[in-house]
């Protein structure tokens, strides 16, 4: 194969790459599964951090490598933009609408991914009430974002919209997201923002065939983060529940708390 994907199935950028690399070139592209806490030898050769995602590519003699998630998305789809034209950007001729896809990503990468952790790492409970409200403000802001390119474009990529095409913001987000409807669901009691569309484009996100294709069974994505919430699961199973429970009454009222939901922006 000329290009080989070195991943851990669970780590959310790997999602990002392997919906990506799925999208150009369904279902056969090479994916090796390593473990980077050990930081593998044949890992070192194309992530010399040891971190995933790496990408091995053996159209060159000796083989050479990319890594670093963002990277690797741009390179596979400079390479698309020559091979298989299955891009998850508007085209060349219209680089507003490709520059209001590039902003979504860079708010996945700059605020919803930081919110996301420090939500899931908060210990107490008032660090993990402020975590979610700074989650949904992250969430409020990628559909902000949306509707600005909805509102000045006319292009059709992004799953925003009912009939829109997967999008480089859409595969950047979409870890995330998903993780919200299990990983917070379970360890913080979290409750997915109300309004009716974003649910629908959540519904479309997630279960997009490309997108449906790189996710795991729930319990591995749980079983990935039970170190992060060790404080909770440290708590007598009682104690446990009614916390969540708990948690889930208060983030009922984050919307009205940080923003309006995106039907009423």
């Known amino acids: 194969m000329s290009l080989v994907v070195y991943r851990l199935v669970h780590a959310p950028v790997t999602l990002a790459v392997r ?3 799925g999208f150009d070139s369904p279902p056969g592209r090479p994916f090796y599964e390593v473990d ?6 044949e890992l070192l050769e194309v992530s010399p951090k040891g971190l995933v995602p790496g990408l091995k590519l053996n159209t060159y003699r000796p083989p050479r490598a990319v890594n670093e998630s963002t990277v690797i998305l741009e390179y596979l789809e400079d390479v698309a933009s020559t091979t298989t034209k299955r891009s998850l950007l508007p085209p060349v001729s219209d680089p507003y609408a490709r520059a209001l896809i590039r902003l979504q990503a860079d708010h996945v990468n700059r605020t919803l991914v930081p919110a996301f952790y420090r939500y899931i790492q908060a210990q107490d409970e008032e660090k993990q009430v402020t975590g979610a409200k700074d989650f949904v403000d992250a969430l409020i802001g990628l559909v902000m974002l949306f509707e600005r390119a909805e509102a000045e474009t006319t292009t059709d990529f992004g799953l925003w919209k009912k009939d829109g095409r997967l999008s480089l913001a859409d595969v950047m987000a979409g870890p995330w997201i998903f993780r919200a409807t ?18 629908e484009y959540v519904d479309r ?25 060790e404080c909770l699961l440290s708590l007598p ?6 916390l969540r429970k708990g948690f889930t ?14 039907e009423e922006t």
């Open 205 to 229: 996100l997630v279960n997009h065939p490309t997108f449906k294709r790189t996710c795991s069974t729930e319990q591995l994505y749980l079983d990935s983060y039970e170190r992060s919430v």
């Open 19 to 21: 919906a990506k690399a």
């Open 249 to 262: 009454v208060k983030l009922y009222n984050v919307w009205p708390t940080v923003g309006k939901s995106p």
């Open 36 to 41: 980077p806490y050990k930081k593998p030898a």
């Open 237 to 242: 199973g009682r104690e446990r529940d009614q």
């Open 182 to 199: 299990n990983v917070l669901v379970h360890y913080r009691g979290f409750v997915l923002p109300a309004g009716e569309r974003f649910r």
